[in-house]
């Protein structure tokens, strides 16, 4: 895809670069050019060594229609849902994100998964750091591991379930899910984590709007 210093300037460099995509408008051959827009005419780079993104031959503007591509399928959700299914397991290389000195390549099917991801989970279903160290703190129960939807198959029968759902909808489906596991499983998970919860189900059933995915490749 395109490098950048930090994470957090993946979003900056999305909305810079990328044009909307009104998801009524449209067509399916569309999105499914989208998709094959992630693979990357580059080679993946090397990663964990300074100014990565100046391997010889990176091209950075090929880059830039990875980058675009990545953007518009993130705001086409939960449109792009069943196009990005049978791709969850593609290893083309799609992209690379550099903080710091450290560089991580992804590959098209992680990048589709990271789409689903911070579309369907909301920021209160995602790891937790507070009262207890991090890496003590077990991890919130997981909605697309649990319902299979980075296995093609499952994921197309979930999607034919709900395909006429709203993200919005689907967002407080998932909410509501992993609340119920967490009560479930009481022994493992704090009071405030499921506090947490409720507040996000409240403040997402009082909006008319579903949340928008945070930043990428961050969870």
């Not at 060594?49 to 675009?68: F, H, I, S, T, W």
């Not at 290893?91 to 994100?97: D, F, G």
């Not at 319902?147 to 998932?174: G, M, Y």
Request: aromatic residues 8%; charged residues 25%.
């Amino acid at each position: 895809m395109i490098y950048c210093s930090r994470l957090a300037a993946l979003v900056v460099v999305c909305a810079g670069v990328a044009g909307g995509a009104d998801p009524e408008v449209i067509s399916d051959e569309q999105i499914t050019v989208l998709v094959g827009q992630l693979a990357s005419p580059n080679r993946p780079p090397p990663t964990g060594v300074p100014n990565a993104e100046d391997a010889p031959g990176y091209d950075q503007e090929a880059q830039k229609q990875v980058l675009r591509a990545f953007h518009q399928l993130r705001g086409l959700a939960p449109r792009s849902f069943p196009f990005l299914f049978g791709h969850v397991g593609d290893e083309r290389y799609s992209l690379t994100v550099v903080s710091g000195k450290a560089g991580k390549n992804f590959s098209v099917g992680q990048v589709c998964r990271e789409i689903l991801t911070s579309n369907l989970q909301s920021p209160a279903c995602r790891r937790r750091t507070a009262s207890t160290n991090v890496k003590h703190r077990p991890y919130p129960p997981d909605y697309l591991s649990a319902h299979k939807l980075f296995q093609p198959d499952e994921a197309k029968e979930w999607w034919e379930s709900r395909k006429n759902k709203s993200l919005r909808e689907l967002q407080i489906e998932v909410l509501e899910w992993t609340l119920i596991e967490e009560i479930k499983a009481s022994d493992r998970y704090l009071d405030e984590d499921r506090e947490r919860l409720r507040k996000a189900l409240r403040d997402l059933r009082a909006s008319r709007n579903p949340l928008e995915p945070g930043t990428p490749f961050s969870a």
